[in-house]
C-alpha cells in the first residue's frame, strides 16, 4: 500500500544552522504531498504542499520540492531559529482517492534548535 | 479564519466506559476525519466520512467506534467500551473539495486509566 518514510529524530541544531529532513513516498498514482507541523502542546498545521511533479512548496522559509523521479519530498529551511522546534510530519494524499483523499503519514521528526 | 474545533481537550475514562469526542468542522466542507496519534508515534487514520455515511474506515477502526454528523454541525467520535491501548490524542480533520488541504482541529487527548 501507499506510505511514507522519513529520516529517524531526533534533528537537533543550532540556531541559523541548514535544516534538511528527509521524506520519501510509495505510492500506486499521483499523490498529492504535504509537510505538516506539530508544535508542542498543539495540533497539526499545514506547512506546505505541492500537488504534481516538479512542484514546490514554501512558506515560513521552509521549502520542498515534489520530486518523482526520486519519489522525495525533503524539506529543507536555510535558517532555523529556536522557535521553528517542533515535529515534522511528511504526508501524502492518497492518490485512489474515491470520497477519501485520506492522509497517509510518515512517523515524524522532531527538531529541536538550540539558541 | 474558519477553524476546526474539538472539544473537550483532555478527557480522562475509565476502562470499559464509553466516550464521546466532539468537532466542530469547518462550516462548508464536505469530508470528514479522525486520525489517531498514540504517544510518540505517527499520526494514524482511523475513519473518513463523506455524504452522511463512512466512506473509509481503517482496521483500528473496529466495532467499538462509530462516528455520526447528527445536526449537520457537530462530528462526533464513539468509542463504546474504551481500552487502555485506546490512549491517544485523537485529531478531527476537515476538508473541502477533493484534494484541497485538510484542516485539523487541536485534538483531544484521551487517557484511559
Known amino acids: 500500500g501507499d506510505s511514507v518514510t522519513q529520516m529517524e529524530g531526533p534533528v537537533t541544531l543550532s540556531e541559523e544552522a541548514f535544516l534538511t529532513i528527509n521524506c520519501t513516498y510509495t505510492?500506486?498514482?499521483?499523490?498529492?504531498l504535504f509537510w505538516y507541523v506539530q508544535y508542542p502542546g498543539e495540533g497539526l498545521q499545514l506547512l506546505l504542499k505541492?500537488?504534481?511533479?516538479?512542484d514546490k512548496g514554501s512558506n515560513k522559509g521552509f521549502e520542498a520540492t515534489y520530486r518523482k523521479e526520486t519519489t522525495s519530498f525533503h524539506l529543507e529551511k536555510g535558517s532555523v531559529q529556536v522557535s521553528d522546534s517542533a515535529v515534522y510530519f511528511c504526508?501524502?494524499?492518497?492518490?485512489?482517492?474515491?470520497?477519501?483523499?485520506?492522509?497517509?503519514f510518515g512517523t515524524g521528526t522532531l527538531l529541536a534548535v538550540q539558541p | 479564519e474558519p477553524e476546526v474545533t474539538q472539544t473537550p481537550s483532555h478527557q480522562v475514562t475509565q476502562m470499559g466506559q464509553e466516550v464521546i469526542l466532539r468537532c466542530v468542522p469547518i462550516?462548508?466542507?464536505?469530508?470528514f476525519y479522525w486520525y489517531r496519534q498514540i504517544l510518540g508515534q505517527k499520526v494514524e487514520f482511523l475513519v473518513s466520512?463523506?455524504?452522511?455515511?463512512?466512506?473509509?474506515k481503517s482496521e483500528i477502526f473496529d466495532d467499538q467506534f462509530s462516528v455520526e454528523r447528527p445536526d449537520g454541525s457537530n462530528f462526533t467520535l464513539k468509542i463504546r467500551s474504551t481500552k487502555l491501548e485506546d490512549s491517544a490524542m485523537y485529531f478531527c480533520?476537515?476538508?473541502?473539495?477533493?484534494?484541497?488541504?485538510?484542516?485539523f482541529g487541536q485534538g483531544t487527548r484521551l487517557t484511559v486509566v
Open positions: 462550516s462548508n466542507h464536505l469530508y
Open positions: 504526508a501524502l494524499s492518497d492518490p485512489g482517492g474515491g470520497a477519501t483523499n485520506k492522509l497517509i
Open positions: 505541492a500537488t504534481k511533479a516538479d
Open positions: 480533520a476537515s476538508r473541502g473539495e477533493r484534494n484541497t488541504e485538510a484542516f
Open positions: 505510492a500506486t498514482g499521483y499523490p498529492s
Open positions: 466520512f463523506y455524504n452522511n455515511e463512512i466512506s473509509e
